[in-house]
């Protein structure tokens, strides 16, 4: 085993049941039974002083006449007692403690303080707390069992969640599967001392793990998580299901776990950014995760349909066109190989449909699906239709022919090192009523599914895993914050503001490397005028600057195409006179002059918020005046990589704008893509920051123009210094 320090607490070689109990209705007295059931192999100290002996062992009276060491204690308790109990296991030093109980943080103020408590009696022994208000913990190949679900398999898919149902769940839908099993099980509660990310860090040096499922409602440390995350998913698959997409999913979350849950928007884009697979649906999760287990990735997106009928293979292609996947193109070659074993009517061009073709022999599925798999095009194969029950479909003499097919073709994954999914219509739910040929396929490590949606999810998921080791690139080197920009925090300090005025956000920003207009800052009608004639007479944008007036256009505050000199000078004037009208009394510092953009182009927002979870998060979308209608915009969190910004660009609804739509040249995506990582370095070098708003910026096929700065630093007090840490959601 790779060293990790939750190993020895989660691999207990002795455990002890604090507040174990003859009731059967009792934890206490179930997590014992279980233990002994399943043949756990180590040491058992049942710990209740009123009681002598619990399922025929001997029961202690407290944790000082345990007479030997113990690694894990279960504390079956009340939440009042566990302070004391606590203070017991950190005596004896005990490892790590499971506490079952609520009543803690969850519960308001009162409850924290006890959890506090609770934390202080623990590490003052070095004592581990999984919990509280936890369902418990298992690990299936210790044979240790301290939640008490039944019928437990071991296998290689660990589990960490916030819910104990959805745990049960989970479980329930394995033990039904009839072949997957799980490794270890974390209910993480309250995470009052042992957090996801240090539970990520376990299942990573876990080898008893390859995949690992996650249930997420909230989180505490959003940035450790995120590490973690990317560390064990260079390694190891991990399939995410986060709750709170809805605004009453999102209060839910909330009021059960206490922690932030975070707008999915967010939560979904940093946590693909850090290496998940994400999960949407409850009855997608454990499909995906018995995929990563059991094949290999796609080595790209191209798939071939194996089917035998026109309605499934059209809907296939449908499905895994949506999906992001892509058909594959046979050589011809493989064309010619497939037309010598299937009837005329057959189609030979992707989605295959055998056209009748198995009805009599259903080895061909085995012959067809040797030959796409030869093909340096095709990365994975999808079998759709009848497949399995050729022998009650048609006759039972079929069952050898159809028998030794599933052997042929559950041996190609290994054989290829391609992936092989089949959706057939036999595959029943219940594992003991499948026909023999797909029992075996399930047996052998093919994955089968009732659910054509469901078998393209998980091939897109193998997909998705793929290409996380090329995502999770290194990030460019920190740069050291630049003088301009300090300056100008110095001066917002000074002056006891938040708002970092367009033309000091300008300066700081061309000062930082990056290419922006030239701007001129006027503060009366003379030099407003001087700024035109140096701009070289072209037409310019003039805008309002006031740390009083963030959005300028409702204030009246923007001229546009201004193209003389007298009307530069009136603009001045009506600029001014709308800003004073619309606030009372504004601190206008003047005008801003800067030249008219380029015509055409396609208006986009880049910006940074700070969120309560994560940190600060960087959002792309469409921009404009329409930003907060369209909603279209997708997150990472930062520090981002320059294949994250691309990653944002391709994942907005409004993509086909940036292709190129009606004739249109595409927007050069690189161009984006350098900026966005620019602004995340600039960001990353002042953390005073708060809030940054680049909108719109106009991207154009070879360059791009940012049309308006916007930035709010965080709260700025007499306490606070120049370059002050605070956050501000």
Same mark, same amino acid.
């Given at each position: ?52 002996? =619990? ?16 690694? @894990? ?40 303080? @006890? ?14 707390? =999984? ?136 939560? %979904? ?35 071939? =349909? @194996? ?7 059209? =809907? ?45 022999? &259903? ?116 740069? %050291? ?157 930062? &520090? ?47 953390? %005073? ?14 360059? @791009? ?25």
């Amino acid at each position: 085993m790779v060293s990790n320090e939750l190993l020895p607490i989660l691999y207990p070689n002795s455990i002890a049941i604090i507040g174990a109990s003859n009731n059967p209705a009792k934890r206490g007295y179930r997590s014992l039974r279980k233990l002994l059931d399943d043949g756990y192999a180590g040491p058992i100290y049942p710990i209740n002083p009123k009681e002598s002996e =619990i399922c025929g062992v001997r029961c202690l009276s407290g944790l000082g006449n345990v007479p030997g060491p113990v690694d @894990l204690a279960l504390i079956c308790t009340p939440a009042a007692t566990v302070p004391s109990v606590l203070a017991e296991c950190a005596a004896k030093k005990v490892r790590g403690a499971v506490i079952l109980a609520g009543g803690f943080a969850e519960t308001g103020d009162d409850g924290k303080r @006890l959890q506090d408590a609770a934390l202080a009696a623990a590490r003052a022994g070095d004592v581990r707390i =999984i919990g509280p208000n936890t369902s418990g913990i298992f690990n299936t190949h210790k044979a240790c069992n301290l939640v008490g679900f039944s019928e437990l398999r071991k296998g290689s898919i660990g589990l960490l969640s916030q819910s104990g149902n959805m745990a049960l769940s989970l479980v329930t839908e394995a033990h039904a599967n009839g072949h997957l099993g799980l490794s270890t099980y974390v209910g993480v509660g309250n995470e009052a001392d042992i957090g996801f990310d240090e539970y990520l860090d376990y299942f990573a040096a876990d080898p008893n793990t390859n995949v690992v499922i996650t249930y997420v409602e909230g989180l505490k440390n959003g940035r450790r998580f995120l590490n973690a995350l990317k560390r064990i998913s260079l390694e190891k698959p991990v399939v995410i299901y986060k709750s709170g997409r809805t605004s009453a999913g999102h209060i839910a979350a909330k009021s059960h776990t206490g922690a932030l849950a975070g707008e999915y928007a967010i939560n %979904e884009g940093v946590l693909r950014q850090a290496g998940a697979i994400i999960a949407y649906r409850s009855d997608e999760i454990l499909p995906i995760a018995e995929a990563l287990s059991l094949l290999p990735p796609l080595r790209s997106r191209r798939i071939a =349909i @194996l089917a035998d009928g026109g309605g499934h293979a059209t =809907i296939a292609a449908d499905a895994l066109s949506e999906r992001g996947l892509v058909l594959s193109s046979f050589s011809d070659e493989t064309r010619r190989r497939l037309a010598a074993v299937l009837p005329p009517a057959a189609s030979v061009i992707n989605p295959i449909d055998v056209a009748g073709g198995t009805d009599a022999d &259903p080895s061909v599925f085995a012959a067809c699906a040797d030959i796409l798999l030869q093909d340096s095009a095709v990365d994975g194969l999808l079998i759709s239709g009848l497949y399995g029950g050729y022998a009650v479909r048609f006759s039972p003499d079929l069952l050898a022919q159809e028998l030794d097919a599933t052997d042929m073709i559950s041996a190609m994954p290994h054989r290829f090192g391609k992936p092989v999914i089949v959706h057939s219509l036999y595959n029943v739910f219940q594992a003991d009523q499948r026909p023999l040929p797909l029992a075996n396929m399930h047996r052998a490590g093919i994955p089968v599914h009732n659910s054509l949606e469901i078998a393209v999810r998980c091939m897109q998921a193998l997909a998705e895993y793929s290409e996380v080791g090329r995502t999770l690139e290194s990030l460019p080197p920190s740069t %050291e914050p630049g003088g301009v920009f300090a300056q100008v925090l110095a001066h917002c300090t000074a002056e006891g503001r938040r708002v970092v005025l367009e033309h000091e956000g300008r300066a700081g920003l061309s000062d930082f490397g990056l290419d922006l207009a030239p701007t001129f800052l006027a503060t009366d009608e003379s030099e407003a005028e001087e700024a035109f004639r140096r701009l070289g007479g072209q037409p310019v944008a003039m805008k309002v600057v006031s740390r009083d007036i963030l959005h300028k256009t409702e204030a009246g505050g923007v001229k546009l195409d201004v193209t003389d000199v007298a009307l530069v000078r009136r603009g001045f004037v009506e600029i001014v006179a709308n800003a004073k009208a619309a606030v009372t009394n504004p601190n206008i510092a003047g005008v801003l002059i800067t030249p008219m953009a380029a015509k055409g182009g396609v208006e986009v927002i880049v910006g940074i918020v700070r969120d309560p979870v994560y940190g600060p998060v960087m959002m792309f979308g469409l921009g404009g005046v329409l930003v907060e209608v369209l909603r279209d915009v997708v997150f990472r969190a930062l &520090p981002i990589s320059r294949s994250d910004a691309l990653a944002m660009l391709d994942e907005i609804k409004g993509r086909p704008l940036l292709d190129g739509v009606r004739g249109a040249a595409p927007v050069d995506r690189g161009a984006l893509a350098d900026l966005m990582v620019s602004i995340s370095r600039f960001v990353e070098a002042f953390p %005073e920051i708060d809030e940054l708003d680049l909108n719109p910026v106009l991207a154009y096929p070879h360059d @791009l123009a940012v049309l308006d700065v916007r930035i709010l630093l965080t709260e700025v007090s007499a306490a606070h210094s120049a370059h002050t840490q605070g956050i501000e959601a």
